[in-house]
């Protein structure tokens, strides 16, 4: 037995492709080579596959190859000249005759053994297949030869213990010759052994166990942060992100001016982290003028540092300069721009969309018997919810939707729960997200979701398979949480148009939504609850998921 190595190097993979893509090839491998343990590595340049005292032997199968029937292969006892020819053309003898049944009659059989292919044959007919199946968003080409990966595959190292594999990607064949960091050890490097690769790429300034590096990542981070005298702050994901954009992390310290930090903390944040991959350090709840990025490179002589200021204070100047510009109008002066704002083509306009939003949420807020002041508040929320479109922080920031007109709000003297149901209506974005924390910014959240359902459905946007351009499940399910959790009982026909698309879409996401609960729960419930109450549905496989529970329980205690 030997270790088997397959590393296939590329350009720099996107950060989001490389994961799923070693989920995948991995997969694959593991169907070839009848092995779950594979040792996955993944840099931003290699997706690389590593199986420990691999044995590469031929799978025998058994085959049965069916004969005359019974009644032919023998006469009175006898074997017939049938049953002769059959042994004859199978190489078998009469001892090796067994009895099996095809329909409702019996026939004479011969079991044989078959040598299968060996594993590393099968993968070698079958790597490039693998390669061109890997299931990218986007893939390219970049030679004659028209085959396509995320970015173009430069070289293929794949051993087996000292022995080169017989695999190939179009023009590129596979060798022993891997590489280390593109900066720090640009040189081809002879690998002699399949088990060397982990200890000779670090020694190469690659660390490539994507697990080792994330935490080199968190270290390095909290380390500085902590230097700083404060903590690390940022989004989930980040360090996800950065651990795949670097082979060998450098963690690099800078600094910006604290006149940025009259910014609200999540603008500074969402420059830093979102459009940088850099760590804000906060003190206290409150942002340090520091940031913590990481390298791909060694920080010397504060040449690195030095131009990630640089970058840093460019960006939060004009986002400086775009938070003082919005500070100077009203979100009650943006409203009537709206209408210059197109929600869809087939639909119509942002302001259209806020007031079929107004209108719905003071239907709900009927029937769910708010105060007259909780409607005055949601009515305000409403009117106001879509105006920080047209901030220029907003344009330049489309993540920060929601959360400035939240922020300009507070300035601009609106309550609390206004400013608030502003910035909440769009959660959930995901089910990672929190909820929004009232009911007035929950009753806005599902007026807004429903009618943007609606409208989309209308203008035949409807998802289709991977493609979902508006994000309508995603909608879909935050309007159901929201609907769970404050327990609003509605009627959805009562509230909008229904057609039977819309119906049918909400059916599907509703199913997806309570999935957890298994299948067969959901599909009793909606037997006898209407999809368009759906709470009704909601409680109904809840309950009914509690019963089968006490059931069980019920079942388990009877034995004893």
Request: glycine share 6%; net charge negative.
């Amino acid at each position: 037995m030997k270790d088997l190595l397959i590393e296939i190097g590329t350009e720099e993979l996107p950060a989001s492709y490389i994961n799923p893509a070693v989920e995948y090839i991995k997969g694959e491998l593991a169907k070839i080579l009848k092995r779950e343990d594979i040792k996955t590595y993944c840099t931003p340049r290699r997706l690389a596959f590593f199986v420990k005292s691999f044995e590469n032997k031929e799978e025998e199968k058994e085959e049965l190859i069916v004969g005359p029937p019974l009644h032919v292969a023998y006469q009175e006892g006898k074997p017939t000249k049938a049953l002769l020819a059959f042994l004859e053309k199978v190489g078998a003898k009469e001892e090796d005759i067994i009895q099996t049944t095809k329909g409702e009659g019996v026939y004479i059989g011969v079991k044989r053994r078959l040598k299968g292919k060996k594993p590393l044959q099968v993968l070698a007919e079958e790597f490039e297949r693998i390669l061109l199946s890997v299931p990218f968003p986007k893939r390219m080409r970049w030679n004659s030869t028209n085959l396509t990966f995320a970015r173009p595959i430069r070289w293929i190292c794949a051993l087996y213990g000292e022995e080169v594999l017989p695999l190939s990607f179009g023009h590129i064949k596979a060798n022993r010759i891997t590489y280390g960091h593109r900066i720090l050890s640009p040189n081809p490097i002879t690998l002699e052994f399949a088990g060397d690769y982990e200890g000779v790429l670090k020694d190469n300034y690659v660390v490539p166990d994507y697990k080792e590096r994330l935490g080199m990542v968190l270290a390095f981070v909290k380390e500085e942060a902590y230097a700083l005298g404060g903590e690390p702050e940022y989004p989930e994901g980040l360090a996800q992100e950065v651990a795949n954009l670097v082979e060998f992390p450098f963690a690099v310290v800078g600094e910006f001016e604290t006149k940025y930090l009259e910014l609200p903390p999540k603008v500074i944040i969402t420059v830093l982290a979102h459009h940088q991959r850099f760590f804000c350090v906060k003190r206290e709840e409150k942002l340090l003028p520091y940031f913590v990025a990481i390298s791909n490179n060694y920080p010397r002589d504060g040449v690195i540092r030095k131009g990630y200021e640089r970058v840093i204070r460019a960006r939060l100047e004009d986002a400086l300069f775009f938070y003082r510009e919005d500070l100077k109008r009203r979100l009650e002066d943006l409203v009537p721009e709206l209408s210059q704002v197109v929600f869809h083509p087939k639909v119509g306009s942002m302001l259209e969309k806020v007031e079929r939003t107004k209108e719905l949420a003071l239907r709900m807020a009927e029937s769910l018997g708010l105060s007259q002041e909780e409607r005055q508040k949601l009515e305000r929320s409403a009117h106001l919810c879509k105006a920080d479109l047209l901030t220029h922080m907003v344009k330049e920031l489309d993540e920060l939707q929601g959360y400035m007109g939240y922020v300009y709000a507070l300035r601009q003297g609106e309550e609390e729960e206004v400013a608030k149901a502003i910035y909440e209506h769009y959660l959930p974005k995901s089910s990672a997200d929190p909820l929004p924390s009232n009911t007035i910014s929950a009753i806005l959240s599902v007026a807004d979701k429903l009618d943007s359902l609606q409208s989309l459905i209308k203008a035949g946007e409807e998802p289709t398979g991977s493609s979902d351009p508006y994000g309508m499940r995603r909608l879909a399910y935050g309007l159901f949480a929201v609907i769970d959790a404050y327990g609003f009982d509605l009627d959805l026909e009562k509230l909008i148009p229904v057609d039977q698309r819309l119906e049918e879409f909400l059916k599907s996401r509703l199913e997806s939504y309570l999935e957890p609960y298994g299948h067969d729960l959901i599909k009793a419930v909606m037997e006898v609850k209407r999809v368009l109450r759906p709470l009704e549905v909601i409680k109904g496989v809840k309950e009914l998921a509690k019963l089968k529970t006490w059931e069980e329980l019920k079942d388990i205690a009877s034995l004893y």
